[in-house]
Structure formats: C-alpha cells, structure tokens
C-alpha cells in the first residue's frame, strides 16, 4: 500500500531564501506526482503534475523533481515571499487512479 | 479556467440528519473524488466515481454513500450525520485516460452538532 510522507511539517523562514520541500513515498510504481498549495480553510490549487517519464517541471518560481528510484520529489521554491505562506502537499497517482497525499509542510514565509 | 463547483462552504447539521454535499465541474471529466480532511490524518478519500452511474470505495466509505447521475455531478451522501463526521470535504476530478492533474473544489467545512 502506497504510503506518502512529508518532511519537514513545518517551516518558517524569512522573505528571500530559497527553500526546498521533501515528498517520499514507498511504491515507486507511479503515474505521477502532484504539488498542491493550500490556504487556511480553501481548497487545494494545483502547483505541479510531474509524470512518471518525467525528472523535473518548472512554473515561475517553482521546480519541482521526481526520482522514481529512491521514490522522493522535491519542490524547490526560489526567493520566497510572505504570499508563499500555506500548506503544500504532495500526491502520488498509481494504478488505481487514486491520489494518495502526504500529510503536508506548512510553510510560514516572514517580512 | 478549469472549475470545481462544491454546493455549500459551510454548513452545520444535527446528529441522524441526512446530508447532501454537491459537487460539479465543468470540466468534461470522467473520474471525481469526495475527501475528507482532518487534522493529523491529512486527506482520506472517501469515494471516487470513475464514470456516471459508477462508484468505488475508497479508505473510509463507512457512514457515506455517493451518487453519480450525470458525468458533471457527484454527490456525497451523509445517511445519518454523526458528530465524528465534522471535518473538511474536498471533491475533485480529473481526466482519466491521461493521467492529467487534479483539480479541487473550494472545500465545505461541515459541523454536525
């Protein structure tokens, strides 16, 4: 059974620095694997979908990377602003057309 | 732009009521989800529907039935509200065969009391 984790929960870091996420899952047998970002209380937007053919997607300030290998993505956020300040979570598609989500890092992004 | 319409943001119900929670999106897609969101227990997906009039269970469909009449439209069902059942419900769809990204709706934040 897939299992998804995150690490770190909880971040905080001043305004400018580059930070990276941690996203790992056991099953390497995946579609793909999805960012998502999640204000207090909303829903979650989709950041990134990287497939299982791909390493890397990038948008604006964001990268994200896939190693199926060692079954952990990594979302890289450059210059980080205080509108940056959410929970991410990662997701994992396999075989069963389910997504399976990490529990998230809620990411606090200071003046 | 892609959505995913869900029918209430925030709804308080009584224990042994029945409830309706309304999901649709426009998006042409075949597969949609009910989650439910708990703090500690991350998403759990309740449901999913992977074409109209078809459903499978998910981890946790006890408590919970779900309908799928039109391809637009999938309903999460509350056969008798129970207080253990206040959380956050996230449905989402994506297009089947490409393995395309998910889209989520806004979220329903349902209190039973």
């Known amino acids: 059974k897939q299992e998804v984790t995150q690490i770190p929960a909880a971040l905080s870091v001043p305004e400018g620095e580059n930070l990276v996420l941690n996203c790992s899952f056991t099953?390497?047998?995946?579609?793909?694997l999805q960012w998502f970002r999640q204000d207090p209380g909303k829903g979650l937007t989709s950041l990134l979908l990287i497939q299982s053919s791909q390493r890397e997607q990038t948008s604006g300030r964001l990268n994200a990377s896939l190693d199926k290998s060692s079954g952990r993505s990594t979302l890289y956020i450059a210059a980080s602003q205080p509108g940056d300040s959410a929970t991410y979570l990662c997701?994992?598609?396999?075989?069963?057309?389910?997504?399976?989500f990490g529990t998230g890092t809620r990411l606090q992004v200071f003046p | 732009d892609v959505k995913v319409t869900q029918s209430s943001r925030y709804l308080v119900k009584r224990t042994g009521e029945k409830v309706f929670l309304e999901c649709v999106q426009d998006?042409?897609?075949?597969?949609m989800f009910w989650y439910r969101q708990d703090p500690g227990l991350g998403l759990r997906l309740i449901y999913f529907s992977y074409d109209v009039k078809m459903k499978e269970k998910g981890d946790i469909p006890e408590g919970y039935s779900v309908s799928r009449e039109k391809k637009e439209r999938f309903s999460l069902i509350l056969e008798s509200a129970s207080t253990n059942q206040t959380s956050m419900y996230l449905c989402a769809s994506n297009l089947d065969r490409v393995r395309t990204e998910a889209f989520f709706g806004q979220g329903t934040r349902l209190t039973v009391v």
């Open positions: 997701a994992a598609e396999g075989n069963t057309d389910k997504l399976i």
């Open positions: 099953d390497s047998a995946i579609y793909n």
């Open positions: 998006m042409d897609h075949e597969n």
